[in-house]
Nanobody
């Protein structure tokens, strides 16, 4: 099965941008729908964005729609999350996750998870 590794988090001021990456190994990424979730301290893990196997369908949480863009490069086995107009409320550990099922915002449908990357947005 595929293994996932996130990178590209960091510290940024409000209004700034970041582009975390999720690299996949072990199996072709086009077999999987991939999503980004995030978890802030003391809160449940929540859905951010998801993209289908062949990148022809995307889903966003209302809180990030128009600010975040998810993209997928199957030949390079990479998924990206372009984040703009960042707010302190976006501070969290960001996880990528993969599923062999169809693309969904349902956390429970994702079988494979990365270790996460920290994103911190200061006011």
């Amino acid at each position: 099965q595929v293994q996932l590794r996130e990178s590209g988090g960091g510290l940024v001021q409000a209004g700034g941008s970041l582009r975390p990456s999720c690299s996949a190994s072990g199996r072709a990424l086009h077999d999987y729908a991939v999503a980004w979730f995030r978890q802030a301290p003391g809160k449940d893990r929540e859905f951010v964005a998801a993209i289908s196997r062949w990148a022809n369908s995307v889903i966003y949480a209302d809180s990030v729609k128009s600010r975040f863009t998810i993209s997928k490069n199957n030949p390079e086995n990479m998924v990206y999350l372009q984040m703009t107009s960042l707010e302190p409320e976006d501070t969290a550990v960001y996880y990528c996750a993969a599923t062999l099922r169809r693309v969904t915002r349902d956390l429970g449908q994702y079988e494979i998870w990365g270790q996460g990357t920290q994103v911190t947005v200061t006011a």
